[in-house]
């Protein structure tokens, strides 16, 4: 829905299904499905400078476990550095679940960093950093130490063709 000339609000819902298959009868099953609703808003995209900020949470209906509820906030910002060539920040901050059996969630902090160099109209290409910070507490397991501490990182290189304006391969 538009918001003034250049901002526009949003609701996005999403249902995600994870099925975990191979597991010995010892093994925990993390299988689930969920339901994940966010509301925010988003400058014009076209514009020099654009972004998006978004909040929600993510309902989990866990099959063996008890249902869990894990609150989330993203904010992207883009900044067109020439009419080719894109730079997006994206900050989000999330409880993800976790497949360790010593641990039930995490908080994960991630920043992404891409730089886009669009060659026609539906054509580009990007080189993207990644961080995470996967913060495990309440470990399951009696007796041991409480926290524990990953750092992730990860670059990436691809390309986008654009096949329709809502389709991107």
Excluded: C
């Excluded at 918001?3 to 191979?22: A, H, V």
Aim: net charge neutral; proline share 6%; aromatic share 12%.
């Amino acid at each position: 829905r538009q918001i003034g000339p250049l901002f526009s609000g949003l609701i996005e819902y999403d249902y995600r299904f994870i099925d975990f298959t191979n597991l010995r009868p010892v093994d925990p099953d993390f299988s689930s499905t969920g339901h994940i609703i966010a509301i925010g808003i988003r400058r014009d995209p076209e514009a020099r400078l654009s972004g998006t900020f978004k909040v929600g949470a993510e309902l989990r209906n866990f099959e063996r476990q008890a249902d869990a509820v894990r609150p989330f906030a993203l904010a992207a910002l883009g900044y067109r550095i020439t009419p080719r060539l894109l730079t997006n920040l994206v900050f989000a901050r999330a409880i993800q679940a976790s497949t360790n059996q010593d641990f039930a969630f995490f908080e994960a902090p991630i920043a992404r960093l891409r730089l886009t160099q669009q060659f026609t109209p539906k054509l580009s290409a990007f080189v993207e950093g990644a961080f995470e910070l996967d913060e495990f507490q309440d470990r399951v397991s009696p007796g041991e130490p409480k926290r524990r501490s990953d750092r992730l990182y990860g670059a990436a290189m691809g390309g986008e063709y654009l096949v329709a304006h809502w389709l991107t391969a």
